[in-house]
């Protein structure tokens, strides 16, 4: 199962003398976390690098912002992999202590960096909803309103016309369970509808 994070958090490390600031937070789109990268670069403006990633579906990014190809972006989306986390954006900002740490040391501080503050975030479990709709009789509401609740479903609309119109949603993993009650309990007279119904 997926996961994303509740907030932000941040970490610091010091490495032979230079400063790994780093960040995890919530991240849809490219656009955004590109946003937040320039707000770490007016904040820190003596950083030599800000480095970051991004694991957001069609809209990941690995930047290694002058490190060495492959030393900083990469690494930091490899451990927000691991963890199984999406929609999530990590930055570091980096502080240059006079020391050069190599490829492999560089590849060490920014993946530990990302790793102490993964190790602070509280993970958030990624839940797919699908929405239904359907129609009953008058007859039927009070019916079709206990089986939704029971079943933990969020009720979004409820229309009165020639019958009852419902619109719901509810966890994937929850609807068949819930579709197959509702039809057994309305004997064939609940109608489901698709959007082009609507």
């Given at each position: 199962?997926?996961?994303?994070?509740?907030a932000?958090?941040?970490?610091?490390?010091?490495i032979?003398?230079?400063?790994?600031?780093?960040?995890?937070?919530?991240?849809?789109?490219?656009?955004?976390?590109?946003?937040?990268v320039?707000?770490?670069?007016?904040?820190?403006?003596?950083?030599?690098?800000?480095?970051?990633?991004?694991l957001?579906?069609?809209?990941?990014?690995?930047?290694?912002?002058?490190?060495?190809?492959?030393?900083?972006?990469?690494?930091?989306l490899?451990?927000?992999?691991?963890?199984?986390?999406e929609?999530?954006?990590?930055t570091?900002?980096?502080y240059?202590?006079?020391?050069?740490?190599g490829?492999?040391?560089?590849?060490?501080?920014?993946?530990?960096?990302?790793?102490?503050?993964?190790?602070?975030?509280?993970?958030v479990a990624?839940?797919?909803?699908?929405?239904?709709?359907?129609?009953?009789?008058?007859?039927?509401?009070?019916?079709?309103?206990r089986?939704?609740e029971?079943?933990?479903?969020?009720?979004?609309?409820?229309?009165?016309?020639?019958?009852?119109?419902?619109?719901?949603?509810l966890?994937d993993?929850?609807?068949?369970?819930?579709?197959?009650?509702?039809?057994?309990?309305g004997?064939?007279?609940?109608?489901?509808?698709?959007?082009?119904?609507?």
């Amino acid at each position: 199962m997926p996961y994303s994070i509740a907030a932000p958090v941040h970490s610091e490390l010091i490495i032979k003398k230079s400063r790994f600031i780093a960040c995890v937070q919530p991240m849809t789109d490219r656009a955004a976390a590109q946003k937040v990268v320039a707000e770490l670069w007016a904040q820190h403006p003596g950083a030599v690098h800000v480095c970051w990633a991004l694991l957001a579906g069609g809209q990941s990014a690995a930047v290694d912002d002058g490190e060495p190809s492959g030393t900083a972006g990469r690494p930091m989306l490899d451990v927000l992999r691991h963890q199984d986390l999406e929609g999530v954006q990590a930055t570091v900002v980096r502080y240059f202590g006079g020391i050069k740490l190599g490829a492999g040391g560089l590849v060490r501080a920014y993946t530990d960096s990302v790793a102490q503050a993964l190790l602070k975030a509280e993970k958030v479990a990624i839940i797919k909803l699908q929405h239904l709709r359907c129609c009953a009789p008058y007859a039927m509401e009070g019916m079709v309103r206990r089986e939704i609740e029971l079943a933990g479903a969020t009720l979004a609309q409820v229309s009165h016309s020639d019958q009852v119109q419902f619109e719901f949603h509810l966890p994937d993993t929850a609807a068949p369970a819930l579709v197959s009650r509702l039809n057994e309990a309305g004997h064939g007279r609940l109608h489901w509808l698709a959007d082009e119904d609507l």
